[in-house]
Nanobody
Framework: QVQVVESGGGLVQAGGSLRLSCAAS????????MSWYRQAPGKQRELVAL???????NYADSVKGRFTISRDNAKNTGYLQMDSLKPEDTAVYYC???????????????WGQGTQVTVSS
Protein backbone atom coordinates (compact mmCIF):
# COMPACT_ATOMS: atom_id res chain seq x y z
CA GLN A 1 0.00 0.00 0.00
CA VAL A 2 1.37 3.38 -1.00
CA GLN A 3 1.22 6.33 1.34
CA VAL A 4 2.11 9.95 0.75
CA VAL A 5 2.46 12.03 3.89
CA GLU A 6 3.05 15.75 4.06
CA SER A 7 4.50 17.72 6.93
CA GLY A 8 6.01 21.08 7.75
CA GLY A 9 3.17 23.56 7.52
CA GLY A 10 2.39 26.09 10.20
CA LEU A 11 2.08 29.74 11.14
CA VAL A 12 4.88 32.13 10.26
CA GLN A 13 5.31 35.89 10.08
CA ALA A 14 5.76 37.64 6.77
CA GLY A 15 9.36 37.37 5.64
CA GLY A 16 9.83 34.05 7.38
CA SER A 17 10.52 30.59 6.02
CA LEU A 18 9.00 27.13 6.10
CA ARG A 19 10.00 23.82 4.56
CA LEU A 20 7.34 21.36 3.50
CA SER A 21 8.10 17.67 3.15
CA CYS A 22 6.30 15.00 1.15
CA ALA A 23 7.33 11.42 1.91
CA ALA A 24 6.23 8.41 -0.12
CA SER A 25 6.31 4.89 1.25
CA UNK A 26 5.25 1.45 0.12
CA UNK A 27 6.12 -0.68 -2.88
CA UNK A 28 7.57 2.12 -4.95
CA UNK A 29 10.87 2.29 -6.74
CA UNK A 30 11.10 6.00 -7.46
CA UNK A 31 9.39 9.35 -7.73
CA UNK A 32 8.94 10.37 -11.34
CA UNK A 33 7.43 13.85 -11.27
CA MET A 34 6.88 15.85 -8.09
CA SER A 35 4.55 18.83 -7.90
CA TRP A 36 3.36 21.22 -5.23
CA TYR A 37 -0.04 22.89 -5.43
CA ARG A 38 -1.84 25.28 -3.15
CA GLN A 39 -5.42 26.31 -2.62
CA ALA A 40 -6.43 29.45 -0.79
CA PRO A 41 -9.98 29.94 0.53
CA GLY A 42 -12.37 30.75 -2.27
CA LYS A 43 -9.75 30.19 -4.95
CA GLN A 44 -8.90 27.40 -7.35
CA ARG A 45 -6.03 25.06 -6.70
CA GLU A 46 -2.91 26.32 -8.47
CA LEU A 47 0.41 24.77 -9.39
CA VAL A 48 3.24 26.27 -7.38
CA ALA A 49 6.27 24.21 -8.41
CA LEU A 50 7.16 21.11 -10.36
CA UNK A 51 10.27 18.95 -10.64
CA UNK A 52 10.78 16.20 -13.19
CA UNK A 53 12.87 13.07 -12.76
CA UNK A 54 15.48 14.57 -15.06
CA UNK A 55 15.93 17.53 -12.75
CA UNK A 56 13.99 20.18 -14.61
CA UNK A 57 12.02 22.56 -12.43
CA ASN A 58 9.26 25.05 -13.03
CA TYR A 59 7.70 27.65 -10.75
CA ALA A 60 4.66 29.86 -10.71
CA ASP A 61 5.62 33.47 -11.35
CA SER A 62 4.31 34.44 -7.93
CA VAL A 63 6.89 32.27 -6.12
CA LYS A 64 9.93 32.46 -8.40
CA GLY A 65 13.05 33.40 -6.50
CA ARG A 66 11.40 32.64 -3.14
CA PHE A 67 10.44 28.94 -3.30
CA THR A 68 12.71 26.01 -4.10
CA ILE A 69 11.58 22.50 -4.95
CA SER A 70 13.94 19.62 -4.29
CA ARG A 71 13.97 15.89 -3.72
CA ASP A 72 15.88 13.17 -1.94
CA ASN A 73 15.55 10.14 -4.18
CA ALA A 74 17.10 7.79 -1.63
CA LYS A 75 14.36 8.69 0.83
CA ASN A 76 11.55 9.00 -1.74
CA THR A 77 10.88 12.42 -0.28
CA GLY A 78 10.27 15.79 -1.85
CA TYR A 79 10.59 19.23 -0.34
CA LEU A 80 9.35 22.75 -0.89
CA GLN A 81 11.54 25.38 0.73
CA MET A 82 9.57 28.60 1.09
CA ASP A 83 11.46 31.79 1.91
CA SER A 84 10.41 35.43 2.11
CA LEU A 85 6.87 34.34 2.74
CA LYS A 86 4.03 36.78 2.14
CA PRO A 87 0.47 36.84 3.50
CA GLU A 88 -0.78 35.97 0.02
CA ASP A 89 1.08 32.66 0.27
CA THR A 90 -1.46 31.56 2.88
CA ALA A 91 -3.13 28.38 1.62
CA VAL A 92 -3.38 24.65 2.01
CA TYR A 93 -0.41 23.13 0.21
CA TYR A 94 -0.63 19.74 -1.48
CA CYS A 95 2.09 17.58 -2.96
CA UNK A 96 1.38 15.42 -5.97
CA UNK A 97 3.71 12.58 -6.87
CA UNK A 98 3.86 10.39 -9.94
CA UNK A 99 5.29 7.20 -8.47
CA UNK A 100 6.82 4.24 -10.21
CA UNK A 101 5.74 0.91 -8.71
CA UNK A 102 8.44 -1.56 -7.73
CA UNK A 103 7.24 -4.70 -9.46
CA UNK A 104 5.14 -3.56 -12.40
CA UNK A 105 7.00 -0.39 -13.31
CA UNK A 106 3.64 1.30 -13.77
CA UNK A 107 3.31 4.95 -12.78
CA UNK A 108 0.43 6.34 -10.76
CA UNK A 109 -0.47 9.73 -9.33
CA UNK A 110 -0.80 10.17 -5.58
CA TRP A 111 -1.70 13.22 -3.51
CA GLY A 112 -0.67 14.18 -0.04
CA GLN A 113 -3.25 15.07 2.58
CA GLY A 114 -2.48 18.78 2.47
CA THR A 115 -0.83 21.01 5.04
CA GLN A 116 -1.90 24.49 6.13
CA VAL A 117 0.50 27.38 5.69
CA THR A 118 -0.53 30.67 7.28
CA VAL A 119 1.54 33.81 6.87
CA SER A 120 0.70 36.70 9.16
CA SER A 121 1.39 40.31 8.27
Amino acid sequence: QVQVVESGGGLVQAGGSLRLSCAASGSISSIDTMSWYRQAPGKQRELVALATSSGNTNYADSVKGRFTISRDNAKNTGYLQMDSLKPEDTAVYYCALKLEMTFSGARYDYWGQGTQVTVSS
